[in-house]
């Protein structure tokens, strides 16, 4: 027996909401760091002043699920550096905390983020981007969804505004609609990766065994997220 449409609807109902908190975090994000800069193309630290309570507001919401927040500079274009990271994080307390990345205004021994998925494909495609899950080691040691979006003004590149969710917060969200399901489901990306299922069979970060395209897979338009039924993978 495999799930029915109506159940894998669930999920993805589910899946839509995680992503609608996290891109709306990231829209707030973005609209703090637009009315700061104007119509200026070289954001300084003081245009991302407004970025902080925003990040505080997010992260103290009751019941939110993002776990960190903020905008990451477009590389090269900051007066002040040529990589930055304007993020905060929820620490042990529930509080919004800066991560500090940054060790001198030269940034020495910032990780080049030029090339890492959450920053690189919103750069290039100019779309939203959902990277993971994967293991947040600069952060928190968890696994984590980062969601992420462009922020252009006049074609130019600023950089990207985003939000990251536990794979622990997603599965508050998605297992009690698994677990309604008797035949096996998962969440994966577009590599066929599991985000969660409701089987002992695929943990976090495995592989489900064929292309998402060969699976019955329902998905978020622009977000590459999937729902697929796991017992016609074989």
């Known amino acids: 027996m495999t799930a029915t449409r109506q159940q894998l609807d669930?999920?993805?109902d589910g899946l839509a909401r995680l992503a609608g908190e996290a891109f709306s975090a990231a829209d707030r994000i973005q609209a703090a760091v637009g009315a700061q800069l104007g119509d200026g193309l070289r954001p300084t630290r003081d245009d991302l002043a407004l970025v902080e309570p925003?990040?505080?507001e997010v992260l103290t919401a009751a019941e939110s699920n993002i776990e960190g927040v903020g905008f990451v500079?477009?590389?090269?274009?900051?007066?002040?550096?040529r990589l930055w990271l304007e993020w905060f994080v929820r620490d042990r307390h529930g509080r919004a905390s800066r991560l500090e990345v940054h060790p001198d205004p030269l940034d020495t021994g910032l990780q080049d983020y030029e090339q890492l998925p959450w920053y690189a494909v919103?750069?290039?495609s100019r779309a939203r981007h959902v990277t993971g899950p994967y293991l947040d080691s600069l952060c928190s040691e968890d696994y984590m969804l980062t969601f992420t979006q462009?922020?252009?003004?006049?074609g130019t590149f600023l950089g990207v505004s985003g939000a990251d969710i536990t794979v622990r917060a997603a599965e508050r969200t998605l297992l009690p609609i698994l677990r309604s399901i008797a035949s096996p489901v998962a969440v994966v990306n577009s590599q066929g990766r599991t985000l969660i299922s409701n089987t002992g069979a695929l943990l976090c970060g495995e592989l489900v065994g064929r292309p998402v395209d060969e699976l019955s897979a329902l998905s978020l338009p622009g977000i590459p997220l999937h729902v697929v039924a796991l017992d016609e993978r074989r």
């Open 150 to 154: 462009p922020m252009t003004v006049n």
């Open 54 to 56: 925003v990040a505080t």
């Open 10 to 12: 669930a999920v993805l």
């Open 122 to 124: 919103p750069r290039t």
């Open 73 to 81: 500079v477009a590389a090269g274009l900051m007066p002040e550096a």
